[in-house]
């Protein structure tokens, strides 16, 4: 099946930094969501992609679907400590599914 | 408020008996999915539904079953035959057809 790979797998930053991650495909996707997870709680939509080449913002938060629709980046403008967590992509499966990303774990240092 | 609803937040289970997740959504969405997750990994699809009295395997249905009698309810039951069911179970809905997925907020589910 279809399956994603991102990275960097974790990072540490300090409060402030600008963060970057990507996530990649060997197949193309048309939609590209990207989650993040705090500790013992379910993922919460941050970004939905659904054209390639499209830059989305969510405050602080960028995300971009890449122009082969392989990949797509999400960029952290000016991290602050609650960004710490877990941060998945997610693309269409064959069929009615998602396939998700390892995730990549970030953790801000004060 | 809508959203979707996952309880118990914490289940524990006996070897050799069956214990049953809950997940009810007020969204009106269409589709429910299961997913598992261990620690420090990324989400595997256990079951999904796309409409009621239909449902298909995912990834890693093997030991677990499910049911979709309402559209709002998706239970998922973890049978004896899970010889590792200690995991983090998320449920998610989505309205339609390439839509966004969105989740409850789990059930950790470990073995006594």
């Known amino acids: 099946g279809q399956q994603l790979n991102q990275s960097p797998q974790s990072m540490f930053i300090q409060e402030g930094e600008d963060v970057s991650m990507n996530c990649t495909s060997s197949s193309i996707f048309n939609t590209w969501l990207w989650y993040k997870q705090d500790p013992g709680e379910g993922p919460v939509l941050l970004i939905a992609?659904?054209?390639?080449?499209e830059l989305t913002s969510n405050g602080r938060l960028t995300a971009q679907f890449g122009i082969t629709r392989k990949d797509s980046f999400l960029n952290i403008s000016a991290s602050i400590p609650s960004d710490v967590g877990i941060y998945f992509c997610?693309?269409?499966?064959?069929?009615?599914?998602?396939?998700f990303g390892p995730g990549t774990r970030l953790s801000v240092l004060p | 408020d809508g959203g979707i609803t996952q309880s118990p937040k914490y289940l524990f289970r006996k070897e050799g008996q069956n214990v049953t997740l809950s997940c009810e959504q007020n969204l009106n969405h269409d589709a429910m999915y299961w997913y598992r997750q261990d620690p420090g990994q990324g989400l595997r699809l256990i079951y999904y539904s796309q409409i009621v009295n239909d449902f298909q395997k995912g990834d890693i249905a093997e030991g677990y079953s499910v049911s979709r009698e309402k559209k709002e309810s998706f239970p998922l039951t973890v049978t004896s035959a899970q010889k590792n069911p200690t995991a983090f179970y998320l449920c998610?809905?989505?309205?339609?057809?390439?839509?966004?997925?969105?989740f409850g907020s789990g059930t950790q589910l470990s073995v006594l």
């Open positions: 992609l659904y054209k390639a080449g």
């Open positions: 997610a693309g269409p499966n064959y069929g009615q599914n998602f396939v």
């Open positions: 998610a809905s989505r309205p339609g057809v390439l839509e966004k997925l969105f």
